[in-house]
């Protein structure tokens, strides 16, 4: 075994015990008689101290020729000591670097100002070691076991879904073509057409996983390779599954702000702990806001990113857009049955980020026909998913939010590249 123990196992020990840990070198002081390594593990750090007198032969003058960012293997045992960071420190018996760093990165991970991501993601495991980044990371892995155990609470499924397609789920240009075989497909947008079906089998469904925008822009809140969370549920509409969202949202921000205490110390924020209902906008009510504020806008026009701004300075926090035009969702949104120019959807956002967009299905052949032509699509290429409704389609509602603008939400990151191990856009392929 190259280890027994985690840096987070040490405090549960008795002194003397002894221990096997294993790490990088984060920074090895030397004063002579006695040197300091604090080694880094993924749970945390700990301090080696080495002795003239105490340690064996030879292991001071290892511990100052080892490079910050070696990866050492320490056999010793364990010592309470006050002055020790954490109030212990491990006493060494032995020492093995098991891989030399031969570099050192062009920045601190230990402190000091940084440099752009861009840099950083060029060695972007080193960069990782920061434990602001690895903060950020530990609060997306709760969150999804918290939404994953969420919904799993309320009896969804969890499902995958294929993400090499045969037609635009959603219509448009935003689309990644591939060879597949001898004939082209594309990267899924969305697995939205293959959830809905899916209702008829097994009622409730959720999928986390890929989905991929060919969108030209870079800014600091779009990618091309993204996770989204996304649900689907049988007899249901955009009412119920609002109220799905906004549990799960709350559900999830408290328990992490039991979970992850000491990542939101890390990151010296405190955790938004939202209560519902959130509130709830009609598209018709945001235009009348926008032009109490000065903004001109008309019915049908898209809300930009400066009318977000706008709204989410006067709403803030959590809260819902719903009852879209019709001609701004895609052709699967349900229209209202007395104003069919509206739509029963809606838009979750936190300020002006939007984070969530769903509403109710159309379920009926004929209606959905008639909406794919009106969006200039061609219903013979998406007979796959309408030969289904020829054998009782239920009502059916859903969402998809994107994973990675939530954890900016939780840990009040302004670009979404810090929330992403390995960011995908237009000017990034590698590493």
């Known amino acids: 075994m190259l280890r027994t123990h985690r840096t987070s196992d040490l405090g549960r020990l008795r002194d003397g015990q002894r221990v096997r840990i294993a790490g990088w070198v984060s920074s090895v002081r030397d ?43 320490v056999r010793g045992i364990v010592r309470r000591d006050p002055r020790a960071p954490g109030g212990l420190e491990v006493v ?6 098991v891989s030399r760093a031969r570099k050192q990165p062009p920045f601190s991970v230990y402190g000091g100002s940084l440099p752009s991501i861009d840099k950083r ?118 009412g119920d599954v609002m109220k799905l969202l906004e549990e799960m949202i709350v559900r999830v921000s408290r328990e992490l702000s039991r979970r992850a205490r000491e990542e939101f110390a890390v990151l010296g924020r405190e955790p938004e702990l939202p209560s519902r209902p959130f509130p709830r906008l009609t598209y018709e009510r945001c235009l009348s806001m926008l032009r109490d504020a000065g903004v001109e806008k008309e019915f049908g026009d898209d809300l930009s990113t400066e009318d977000l701004k706008e709204l989410g300075r006067m709403i803030g926090g959590y809260y819902f857009i719903t009852d879209w035009p019709t001609k701004l969702k895609p052709f699967y949104i349900k229209p209202k049955s007395r104003r069919p120019e509206l739509s029963e959807s809606f838009d979750l956002m936190h300020g002006d980020l939007e984070l969530s967009s769903g509403g109710t299905r159309i379920h009926r052949r004929s209606a959905l026909v008639r909406r794919l032509r009106e969006k200039g699509l061609k219903p013979r290429d998406f007979e796959y998913h309408l030969r289904v409704f020829d054998y009782g389609m239920p009502p059916h509602a859903g969402f998809g939010m994107g994973l990675d603008r939530f954890v900016m939400v939780l840990t009040g990151q302004e670009n979404i590249r810090e929330v992403v191990a390995y960011p995908r856009d237009i000017r990034r392929l590698t590493p």
Request: aromatic content about 8%; glycine content about 6%; cysteine-free.
């Open 31 to 73: 004063q002579g008689s006695i040197s300091f390594l604090i080694l880094r593990d993924g749970w945390g750090e700990v301090q080696v101290t080495a002795k003239r007198g105490e340690s064996p032969e030879g292991l001071l003058e290892l511990l100052r020729r080892v490079p910050e960012h070696s990866s050492v293997v």
């Open 121 to 238: 993601l060029d060695i972007r495991a080193v960069d990782l070691r920061r434990a602001k980044a690895r903060a950020i990371f530990r609060v997306r892995h709760a969150a999804l076991q918290a939404i994953r155990r969420f919904l799993d609470s309320r009896g969804l499924m969890e499902v995958q879904t294929p993400k090499i397609i045969a037609t635009a789920t959603e219509g448009g240009a935003d689309l990644f073509p591939v060879l597949y075989f001898d004939r082209e497909a594309f990267l899924a947008q969305s697995p939205q057409l293959y959830k809905e079906q899916l209702t008829m089998a097994f009622d409730g469904v959720f999928e986390i996983g890929p989905i991929f925008r060919a969108e030209p822009s870079r800014t600091l809140r779009h990618l091309s390779e993204a996770i989204s969370v996304d649900v689907e549920m049988a007899f249901a509409d955009y």
């Open 92 to 97: 060494p018996s032995r020492i093995s670097v």
